[in-house]
């Protein structure tokens, strides 16, 4: 039976409960266990899709087309394993799922409520799809104290006693905040939140602690002492240069021998040499290139984290340091002032008009100037338009999402599409959330081209996540400037690579490779990006 670790957090948010179980993870499978990872997300949104990068960060897609939390892609990046929709809920979900069964008669007459019929919901949930894992960790979102996260602390209170205690952990991930003017890390908030956690019926095994500086002996054990935890359960999480630390040193303050301590399980010392080279690479790399990404979500960055993760990455497979230099594409006047000096330009994902006119001025730079260019998903689309309006003449060219009644529709709407033998139908007027093309699709790369090159195939799947498409009746007029459509879906109706001939690295892709990337397994497209950065420095 699979053993059962439950995550939860305290005090404040955005302390690292995923960054924690996604660490706890990958050092269970450095030591030889099969490990799955799940996040319980209390807003009542059914997926942050609808909502803002400022509100939620970035949206990490799924291969099966599941919109969610961010910290799936650190499960993911962490651990190798493709996540899916079956390890992301929401209450939103939840309460959609009983509502269609109370409309349906499922419940025949009863009156629904939280307990049960909730409750049983997110169970299902959390205990489905099981299949040979030693080790299911469920991230529990939100703080301990907020109401909308109590039914699911009600739930994991019952599934230690319907799963049995023996199979079932509780990890509490919290603070302990460092008084300059007392000179000494408190105690006290932690053991408020135990508290709260203690008043829904849960008592925490082990405490991870965040903290600033290293933990005082004593410090650790009043905590053991006032929180009913053994002293050598309260682990040290301090602040790290690398996220990518993370399993190096949560091994090193005994996470994972206390988790299995807990389980008597006597297992193997983990093998964690692949880590410690990744860390290397990072705190002692071999040069540094700059490159900038002109997005415009400067003011939380968590909106391009697999980005910023996937350039890292790379930076790691060449042994550099990938410097980020960040330009508000809003400040269109400044665009190209800011771009010189750097080695490369990424062009993100986006919606919507704002910003626009600055992605569009950065691809013509990088265009004109012969600096390697990746622009991913709506950075594609621009890099598309950018060569209608400003090498085909073509100035009224635009995108039918920036304007609806544009008379030259070079990226609009489609509303069909081929999906193997599936005919695939959109409703240009329909709601937004779910509406998108989603998930992994397959794509038909030209053997000639440089991202066939990089992938060592010709035929590939990534991850999609938009609405509009590059409109096929321009294909011929694009092509004849240099701009090649050199990947298309196996129908041939659906560009999803363009490169530029006349240009040393100027790629543009429909799809999201940072969703693919990993630090053991860097994305191709990314290394190659690094690649041509780097080549760009030399010369």
Known sequence: MAKFIFVTGGVVSSLGKGLAASALAAILQARGFKARLRKLDPYLNVDPGTMSPYQHGEVFVTDDGTESDLDLGHYERFTGISTQKTDSITTGKIYSAVLAKERRGDY????????????????????????????????????????????????????????????????????????????????????????????????????????????????????????????????????????????LVYHANGLDTEVCKYFKIDAKAPDLSTWQEIVRRIHYPEGMVTIAIVGKYMQLLDAYKSIIQALTHAGIAHNVKVNLKWIDAEQTDQVAHHLRGVQAILVPGGFGNRGVDGKLEAIRFARENKIPYLGICFGMQLAVLETARNVLGISQANSTELDANTPEPVIGLMTEWMDGETLQRRQGDGNLGGTMRLGAYDCTLSPQSITAKLYGTQAISERHRHRYEVNMTYKDRIESTGLKFVGMSPEGDLPEVVERQDHPWFIGVQFHPEFKSRPFAPHPLFVGFVGAAMENLKS
């Open 108 to 247: 025949l007459g009863a009156t629904v409520q939280v307990v049960p019929h909730i409750i049983d919901e997110i169970k299902t949930f959390v205990t489905n799809d099981i299949t040979d894992e030693d080790f299911v960790i469920c991230e529990i979102g939100g703080t301990v104290g907020d109401i909308e996260s109590l039914p699911f602390l009600e739930t994991i209170r019952q599934l230690g006693n319907d799963l049995g205690r023996e199979n079932c952990m509780y990890i509490h991930v919290t603070l302990l905040p460092y008084i300059a003017a007392a000179g000494e890390i408190k105690t006290k908030p932690t053991q408020h939140s135990v508290k709260e956690l203690l008043s829904v019926g849960i008592q925490p095994d082990l405490l991870l602690c965040r903290s600033d500086r290293e933990i005082p002996e004593d410090a650790r054990r009043k905590l053991g002492l006032f929180c009913n935890v053994k002293a050598e359960r309260v682990i040290e999480a301090s602040d790290l240069k690398s996220i990518y630390e993370a399993p």
